[in-house]
């Protein structure tokens, strides 16, 4: 194990601008897509030139707003196009699986925001047919890509914890309550589960790995999806994970984890740029602060997963060293297992 530092480490996160361009196609115009398209328009060389949607006119005006060149009445006219290289998947969560695979088997690298599919078993059929194609296939897990992130897996490597010993993480908002929308519509992959709790489950398998027990309580909207839920993870040697979600308040949306000889805690919210402290705790904690000074916050940070990915890309990988697909599937897993035992999965 390492001494507590004096200073922490310098972030390695890919250049934003200078490095491998990549022409993006977007399936399907959102709110999600039109943030990453604005992030990497706005911080990165990387660009959008094709959009498809369930509408032609809503292709074209999400082209228009975004200032995308060309947009298309179907999904496969896009993944047709020979100048798109890869295949930004922004659909709703229903889709992630139908509009990866459309982009795989026409030879196109592909981005699929989080979660990567409704389930592993799905996630798993994406996994191989990407393999199979021999093309770039990751899941949209932008905080991995964060500097913060970076900061504190160095941290990991070098011991400065200690042995790892708990893990709290939480994700609660409101938003619409439509029972039409895609946050309570469980046809289209409703709940805060899906939406907002795969952010602690990553955050506990980031650091601790994949669980050997899962206990959850939650209960479900009037339209049948996870209102809230309440999460323990326990691992091989002791280590545990508390975590939580919801759809019903707007939490603190923390994130700790506690070792035997300092702890990190995230700053709100932790799933976006954000700094954290380093703590040695003890008779007046000695603390050492990481700032956020680079002036992106919230979804500008979609920007380093861009970035990111050109240069997996250009490198020559088919799978990101940072946020491999085998292990999006393990967080599915878990998920998949939360799931069942709320209700929302049989």
């Not at 890509?145 to 993480?169: E, S």
């Amino acid at each position: 194990m390492s001494t507590f530092p004096k200073t922490l480490p310098k972030p390695r996160v890919s250049p934003l601008r200078g490095g491998p361009k990549l022409r993006w196609g977007v399936l399907a115009p959102g709110a999600i897509a039109l943030d990453f398209v604005r992030a990497m328009h706005t911080h990165t060389e990387q660009r959008a030139v094709a959009v498809a949607g369930r509408s032609l006119e809503r292709s074209a005006a999400f082209a228009a707003h975004a200032g995308i060149a060309r947009w298309y009445v179907s999904h496969e006219a896009l993944v047709a196009d020979p100048e798109v290289d890869i295949v930004y998947v922004a659909s709703p969560h229903s889709e992630h699986k139908r509009l990866a695979l459309l982009a795989i088997t026409a030879g196109k690298h592909v981005l699929i925001e989080k979660p990567v599919a409704m389930t592993a078993a799905e996630a798993r059929e994406i996994r191989d047919a990407a393999k199979a194609a021999k093309v770039f296939a990751m899941e949209g897990m932008w905080t991995r890509y964060l500097p913060q992130t970076d900061v504190m897996m160095q941290l990991k490597a070098d011991g400065v914890l200690g042995d790892l010993q708990l893990a709290l993480a939480d994700f609660g908002t409101r938003g619409s309550t439509d029972p039409a929308g895609r946050v309570y519509n469980p046809e289209l992959g409703g709940g805060a589960l899906l939406d907002l709790g795969i952010y602690p489950i990553w955050f506990s398998h980031l650091w601790l790995g994949r669980p050997k027990a899962i206990t959850a309580i939650g209960n479900l909207t009037s339209t049948g999806v996870d209102a809230r839920t309440a999460i323990v993870l326990g691992y091989d040697g002791g280590a545990q994970a508390v975590l939580s979600t919801n759809l019903m308040a707007f939490s603190p949306a923390r994130a700790s984890i506690s070792g035997s000889a300092a702890r990190i805690e995230v700053n709100p919210w932790f799933a976006v740029p954000a700094g954290f402290e380093l703590v040695a705790p003890g008779k007046g904690d000695v603390r050492i602060q990481f700032v956020n000074d680079t002036g992106l916050g919230f979804r500008d940070g979609l920007a380093w997963e861009a970035a990111a990915v050109a240069q997996h890309i250009a490198d020559g990988l088919t799978d990101s060293p940072l946020h491999p697909f085998d292990f999006a599937i393990g967080v599915m897993e878990t998920m998949d297992e939360v799931r069942r035992q709320v209700g929302t999965l049989t």
